[in-house]
């Protein structure tokens, strides 16, 4: 069964410290995988697509890497205006979204001033 | 500006009645999809749809129903057969070549 994890739940962070959110997913044959950012009551944006391992993306502060198994959002020197919810997905491979995005239960950072 | 335009932003409903989610699109994207989220949980797939007059099943179906009419519109009905129909319902559609979704900013639907 395809699936996303990702951890931690929640994550608080100072103004300026850096840290990691981790997606870890199972997919047979990885057609890409995501990385969304919503804020409270919206719709996610779209942030990053990853499509192989070794792969890196970067925007402004934030960094996505991917590996075989996982992928990592990493927040440098966080302002507060990062804090929100981070999303991360894969393309299914089975099921009703056969072909479509699963999503994980996303990772809410908070960034305090 | 080309985007997903979701209406209402909040609904209230009684249990027993339909309602019809507005969910309208001036990007020209072909497929469209219904999300459903839930406190704690990521999202479902409800519905989608790749072309006009044509769309499928997701993971969540039951007790939802839609049609495509238009290009520009994919309209989500909530019916008195599901069971727990509170929730934030987002509606996306996808860039062409690419499975990267934009959303719109979401109906939050209240069983009262």
């Known amino acids: 069964e395809d699936q996303v994890t990702q951890s931690p739940e929640a994550l608080r962070l100072q103004e300026g410290e850096s840290s990691s959110l981790n997606c870890s997913y199972t997919v047979s044959g990885l057609r890409g995988l995501f990385w969304y950012r919503q804020d409270p009551g919206k719709g996610p944006e779209f942030l990053f697509t990853?499509?192989?391992a070794g792969e890196e993306k970067e925007k402004e502060r934030l960094k996505a890497t991917l590996t075989k198994k996982e992928s990592f959002l990493h927040i440098t020197a966080p302002k507060p205006e990062d804090s929100a919810t981070y999303l991360c997905?894969?393309?299914?491979?089975?099921?009703?979204?056969?072909?479509?995005?699963?999503f994980g239960k996303g990772t809410k950072l908070s960034v305090k001033p | 500006d080309g985007g997903i335009t979701q209406s209402p932003k909040y609904l209230f409903r009684k249990e027993g009645q339909n309602v019809t989610l507005s969910c309208e699109q001036n990007?020209?994207?072909?497929?469209m999809y219904w999300y459903r989220q839930d406190p704690g949980q990521g999202l479902r797939l409800i519905y989608y749809?790749?072309?006009?007059?044509?769309?499928q099943k997701g993971d969540i179906a039951e007790g939802y129903s839609v049609s495509r009419e238009k290009k520009e519109s994919f309209p989500l009905t909530v019916t008195s057969a599901q069971k727990n129909p509170t929730a934030f319902y987002l509606c996306?559609?996808?860039?062409?070549?690419?499975?990267?979704?934009?959303f719109g900013a979401g109906s939050r639907l209240t069983v009262l």
């Open positions: 997905a894969v393309v299914a491979n089975y099921g009703g979204s056969q072909g479509n995005l699963i």
């Open positions: 990007l020209n994207h072909d497929a």
């Open positions: 996306a559609s996808q860039v062409p070549g690419a499975n990267v979704l934009t």
């Open positions: 749809s790749q072309i006009v007059n044509d769309f």
């Open positions: 990853l499509y192989s």
